[in-house]
């Protein structure tokens, strides 16, 4: 596959079609927690985690398969953030992936237990053995460890708790890149290193992959960040203007939405250099890489 928009698709329709099958109603009495997590999981989304996991993953081999529910894991836990960041408590929004936010159709308690019900499906999916025959038992133990690591009170949790205490306060850049590492890279970080993790041992190619994907994912926020200043409502499936009117802490209102772009490309061109020793096989990531600093949602 060499063209990027058929990789995506690719990536997006295998996850979604696994995660379809193994998103299923565990009870008649909860079925309206099983839908309110379909919901959100199905409503839409870019699943450039997945596409990133499989990217990194195909430098070092073939068999599809073995990334599916780490593929899926990523996009459930992904989706979790998004729920409870659109939470009354935390962001409150009502517009979604271009649809009503999952509290607003399922209402508050099922929306917080719908975000930790998903989280704890990540986890399931990348712990049970009938998935992951074909991945060893130390690459399994490492892949659970990293998800717990970056998306917890060491990444993604700590990055949002960051976020909120910079509300309407002075920022300064280093704690705006600490939010934005914690808050958003931690899961593109994620996504690329455990698509190296589970296909070869080689620590010199999964520290690679890591730094590329610390990269790309800075680079994505501050791409989020501007589009959130110069993008349409339509376009983005979210509301615009968000960030200023919560007084938020990001990379324009620190270096302007020039400097901003700047230092986005820079990372781009930084994490591109680091695929060099992989020749071809790191094309499709690079194309994803390239597509972050170009993409309008
Ligand atoms: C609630 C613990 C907790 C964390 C929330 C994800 C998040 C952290 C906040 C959402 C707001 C935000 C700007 C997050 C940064 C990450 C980001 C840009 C998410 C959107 O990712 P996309 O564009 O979304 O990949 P789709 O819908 O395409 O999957």
New binding site residues.
């Given amino acids: 596959m060499s063209n990027l928009n058929d990789f995506l698709s690719y990536c997006a329709n295998v996850t979604e079609e696994w995660l379809s099958n193994n998103l299923v109603e565990f009870s008649p009495y909860t079925s309206i927690l099983t839908e309110s997590m379909r919901y959100s999981v199905f ?7 997945p596409a990133l996991m499989f990217a990194s993953y195909n430098i070092f081999s073939e068999n599809n398969s073995a990334v599916l529910p780490y593929a899926a894991a990523i ?1 459930v836990l ?10 009354p408590a ?2 409150n929004d009502d517009l ?2 271009g649809k009503p936010t999952n509290h607003k159709v399922y209402g508050e308690a099922i929306a917080i237990l719908a ?1 930790d019900a998903l989280l704890t499906k990540a986890f399931e999916f990348i712990s049970d053995l009938k998935y992951n025959k074909d991945i060893s038992s130390d690459a399994k133990i490492r892949a659970i460890y990293e998800l717990s690591l970056l ?1 917890g009170d060491k990444g ?2 700590a ?3 960051a ?1 909120i205490e910079a509300e309407n306060k002075v920022a300064d850049n280093l704690l705006v890149d600490f939010i ?1 590492l914690n ?2 890279a931690a ?1 593109i970080r994620y996504s690329t290193k455990i698509g190296a993790i589970i296909s070869t041992n080689n620590d010199e190619d999964i520290n690679r992959l890591d730094k590329f994907g610390k990269n790309i994912g800075l680079a ?2 501050i791409i ?1 960040d501007i589009l ?1 200043i110069i993008s349409d409502t339509n376009i983005l ?1 979210k509301n615009v203007g968000s960030d200023i009117e919560k007084g938020k802490a990001t990379f324009p209102t620190i270096y302007g939405i020039e400097k901003s772009k700047k230092i986005a490309d820079e990372l781009i061109t930084e994490a591109i250099d680091l695929l060099l020793p992989y020749n071809g096989k790191a094309d499709m990531l690079k194309e994803i890489a390239l597509y972050i600093t170009k993409r309008q ?1």
Avoid: C, N, P, W
């Fill in positions: 409503a839409g989304g870019k699943r450039l985690r996009e992904h989706t979790y953030s998004l729920i409870h960041d659109d939470l935390m962001d979604r992936r975000g998306s993604m949790v990055g949002q708790v976020d934005h808050k958003t899961l994505f926020q989020d959130d499936g949602s």
